[in-house]
Nanobody
C-alpha cells in the first residue's frame, strides 16, 4: 500500500511564500512523474506543476516564474516552493505520483493541504 502525505499549507499574505512537501511511503519499487494539482473554491482541480524522474519540470501558465517544483528521490518526496503568492492561488493543493509497485504502475493522490492567500 502506498501513502502520499502532504504538509506545509497554511494562511499567508499576498506576496508571501509557502513551501509544500509530499512524502511517499510504502512498498515502492520506483517513482515516476510527481506533481501538484489544486482545486480553487468553486472550480475543478487543475494542474499546477509536475516533475519527471529525470527532473524535467512543467508548470501551468498561471504559476510559471513564481512556483518551483523539485524532488528528492532518496526521500521519495516532492516539493512545491510558492513565491509571490496571490489570492487566486488559494485552494486545496494535492500531490500526485506515478508509482511502480508489485510490477505495475499506478497513480496515487495525497489527501490535500489547504493554502489560503489573504490579507
Amino acid at each position: 500500500q502506498v501513502q502520499l502525505v502532504e504538509s506545509g499549507g497554511g494562511l499567508v499574505q499576498p506576496g508571501g511564500s509557502l513551501r509544500l512537501s509530499c512524502a511517499a511511503s510504502g512498498s515502492i519499487f520506483s517513482i515516476g512523474t510527481m506533481g501538484w494539482y489544486r482545486r480553487a473554491p468553486g472550480k475543478q482541480r487543475e494542474l499546477v506543476a509536475t516533475i519527471t524522474s529525470t527532473n524535467y519540470e512543467n508548470y501551468s501558465d498561471s504559476v510559471k516564474g513564481r512556483f518551483t517544483v523539485s524532488r528528492d528521490n532518496a526521500k521519495s518526496t516532492v516539493y512545491l516552493q510558492m513565491n509571490s503568492l496571490k489570492p487566486e492561488d488559494t485552494g486545496v493543493y494535492y500531490c500526485n505520483a506515478n508509482i511502480l509497485m508489485a510490477g505495475s504502475w499506478s497513480t496515487y493522490w495525497g489527501q490535500g493541504t489547504q493554502v489560503t492567500v489573504s490579507s
